[in-house]
């Protein structure tokens, strides 16, 4: 009984720190929201600095003497559930991370991101490379040095691949892509040679209010939840969180490309539900954080491509859309529309790429980054390399930098090691989705009409409420017998584009 | 030269303390300032935890052990310079004031104000101050609590009012009152005899977007920099800063009355141009903070009343505003405009009172405050306390709590103590408003010709740039040559008044 009691206490003490620490991150996270969304340029420096505290702080406090002691002694502690157990471990795992980086380091790097984050807003403004560089540099400095601090067995770029993906290598990523460049090269040379999609009716004059109301629209209907999150415009579109209380997506409106509002809001609704969907009883325990971002991205690019860019489910919003727009689809028809916003084409921006050619926007920033983590090539060497590899993988031209290699934000927040996420996360998600349809008898039946409720109770129940009780591989094994396997989403990319183009 | 050097290092430990604590306090304002514009309603509990760590966090790194051996060292130490004394000697009175308080008791205050911030908002929206009582009483009771830790010679109030205002204490401020009372309800009682002012041109139809617009023209144009700040819409109109570099603004539009949107505008101004004036260079240091909040509301009354309430003000902008509103101002001239918005009339709502009335808000407020604090009233009694209060002062029948004791939000951020700087800021804003026309010859003529940059200037010189350096008195006398002297404010409300309405 005193045992008891002892165990309690102590794993108080655990959640207290986690909890606090937990807030000192979330409060980064408005700061860096505002800074995104709404603050004054000026203030930016002020900014930074305070950026940089909070972050840290955060550090500073996780990694104390004590903090390893205390969970040590926690795991060692027979008294100790499952479920708290598990959330100890993975605090000692994120401890052991954590401790590599010094205080210091984690405070240069807030800085040198935020920083980085104003030059790159301008640089992309002025579509002038020269301005990010040398804060770009800086970046890639101390993302060097954080690989080093990290530890790798072969490559350095696994070390940053690991902070985002835990177990994700440079070996496991090579294997990945070398399953789907094939096949994909091989369907995307089919679609060149059928008749094209005509998708000029998404390249006329949308008027912004209009365009961001139906977001908002999509966004109600499709479950995000208003009472605790909100939309904001911004320059890259974002998802963020200061618990699941509290979520908050942003877009960027286009008024001669319905594409561009459209996809981005689906997409962050994606990352939003499961956010909104953690245990809130977790707050601050891995058991209340997200997997990992490869299944992060699994549940945006599951809503944005397998619902969001599926002929059923425009069966349900086309006719609303048309009301909305009653010029821009007087001559079209659901079939068309569908068509057009699946159009296979090679081009310069990945965020508004098509489900096939997307990958090999992932598959060069990939490369890139793992040789410029290992030094092969220089940052100055970014936009040289940039042209070469969108000539060389998608044939296209890119006429300058802001259409090039400035058109992420990433790098910016010193995320080297995220873009693989995105591929991964489109792979997971139609292996889910296939087990979804299969578990969920008449799921594309209520799709089309426009039910999407049980889709996500199921995501909900296999995914967002367990946090990290288990790693991306378990989860996906749990959920679909197997490992990740490419060939789900080949089966579902010919089919569906065999479809379209009539292959 | 050893010596300085070690001088100079022990300094550079404490700005570094100090900016650690600033960035904690400024990052918890950016949590604030957005929890009051755009925050879900649903995440207030999250929110609240956040803040109340932030909060706590940087209590306790401020008054840590050796923050007070830092503090004395550097007093005692002959090398240190001038200026770097008086910062280090404020920042050590504040040690003191702080250390009285446990890190437990400031987070319960910062949790109980979050939460009654939001019981507050819905109160109002449903006028019903019970949803309000409990989390009003929790917090009178923590604000006794505070003040019998903070300490006091004569009545518990003086400590919270102190807190506001160093130095300041019932005895002062009942002398204070009694001085302006019986002439301001003299004066009032002169106006009443005679013909009234016809303000219905104020009370037509304004949209809301074109009345915001014209609010952003003002503050553009009276100095305010929106590199370094924004305006936004809140429930009560606040000015509340990040550090110079991020001073942010918010205003109500009521569509039906002209004046809430305009002068909550242009008195957030004032506040604004304070903390945008404040040294850049002294970043989390005394001398970087603004005085007192007297010297604050001085700021805004200045510019609300004795620059934007003043003929010559809209001799510039009248013609401005009737390009904005034709219909509105086709029948009116600037004279008319200009007895319109110096109407006074008894009223319940503070913030849209005249300037002749309005002090008796503040003594309802302080006498109220001061009853609550002792104990002599309890919570509960509050309505009923402030409907007699306004018969008996202003002549006026309260019709229920949303235009009565629910108006303001003070109480709810626990800010007991405060109302009195509003009635102090107006009487030191009438002696500086003279020391400016007496060093500023012409100074009349230029606000009549729409530059105001000249009396920017001369606060900027005398009062924003000097921080912390004089107290509230210090400060009067050196830029007046005396203490303050309500008679200043009655001169210019006896003239003002007595020309407008021919007493």
């Known amino acids: 009984m005193v045992n008891k009691n002892f165990t309690k206490e102590r794993y108080q003490a655990y959640t207290h720190l986690m909890q606090k620490i937990a807030d000192l991150k979330y409060s980064a996270a408005v700061l860096q929201w505002d800074q995104e969304t709404y603050m004054p340029a000026g203030s930016a420096e002020g900014r930074a600095r305070q950026l940089a505290t909070l972050t840290e702080m955060a550090h500073s406090i996780f990694v104390a003497e004590n903090t390893e002691h205390l969970l040590e002694d926690l795991l060692s502690d027979e008294e100790l559930g499952e479920k708290e157990k598990l959330n100890v471990s993975l605090s000692l795992y994120d401890y052991r991370k954590e401790k590599k980086l010094s205080a210091q380091f984690v405070r240069q790097l807030s800085e040198a991101t935020s920083r980085g984050f104003q030059s790159w807003v301008n640089a992309k403004k002025q579509n002038e490379f020269s301005i990010f560089e040398s804060d770009l540099d800086t970046i890639v400095t101390l993302k060097k040095s954080q ?91 974002f998802t963020t969180s200061f618990g699941p209380s509290d979520v908050r997506v942003t877009t960027r409106v286009h008024e001669n490309d319905f594409n561009s509002m459209t996809w981005s809001c689906i997409h962050e609704l994606g990352h939003a539900l499961y956010e909104q969907g953690l245990p809130d009883s977790e707050y601050g325990l891995p058991l209340g954080e997200y997997t990992s971002l490869s299944i992060h991205e699994s549940q945006s690019r599951l809503w944005e491509n397998n619902v969001g860019r599926s002929h059923g489910f425009w069966k349900q919003y086309y006719p609303v859309l048309q009301k909305q727009f009653p010029d821009q689809f007087a001559n079209t028809n659901v079939t068309s529309f569908y068509s057009a916003i699946n159009k296979v084409e090679p081009s310069l921006i990945r965020t508004e790429a098509d489900e ?148």
């Open 147 to 237: 690989a080093s601090l990290m530890g790798y067995q072969r490559h350095p770029y696994d070390a940053l691949l690991n902070d985002y993906e835990r177990g994700c290598t440079t070996l496991f990523l090579d294997s990945v892509f070398s399953k789907i460049s094939e096949p994909l090269q091989q369907l995307i040379r089919g679609v060149a040679e059928k008749p094209q999609v005509d998708d000029s009716v998404l390249k006329q004059h949308f008027p912004k209010d209009a365009q961001y109301n139906f977001g908002m629209e999509l966004l109600t209907s499709l479950g995000f939840d208003f009472n605790k999150g909100r939309q904001d415009i911004s320059e890259h579109p």
């Open 356 to 503: 096939l050619t997307y990958h090999f926007h992932v598959i060069i920033r990939y490369n890139l980054e793992k040789e410029l983590i290992e030094g092969t090539i220089q940052t100055k060497d970014i936009p040289q390399y940039w042209r070469e590899a969108y000539e060389k993988y998608l044939g296209v031209k890119v006429p300058d930098d802001q259409m090039g290699c400035l058109q992420d934000v990433h790098w910016s927040h010193g995320s080297f090691g995220y873009f693989p996420t995105y591929s991964l996360g489109s792979l997971y998600a139609a292996q889910f989705y296939a087990a979804a349809e299969a578990a969920l008898p008449g799921l594309n039946e209520s799709v089309e009409s426009g039910h999407t409720q049980n889709l996500l109770d199921w995501l909900r129940r296999n995914i967002h409420s367990k946090g990290r009780e288990f790693t991306s591989d378990e989860l996906c094994t749990k959920i679909t017998g197997k490992s990740l396997d490419p060939s789900y989403f080949m089966k579902y990319a010919t089919a569906k584009y065999g479809g379209i183009y009539g292959i």
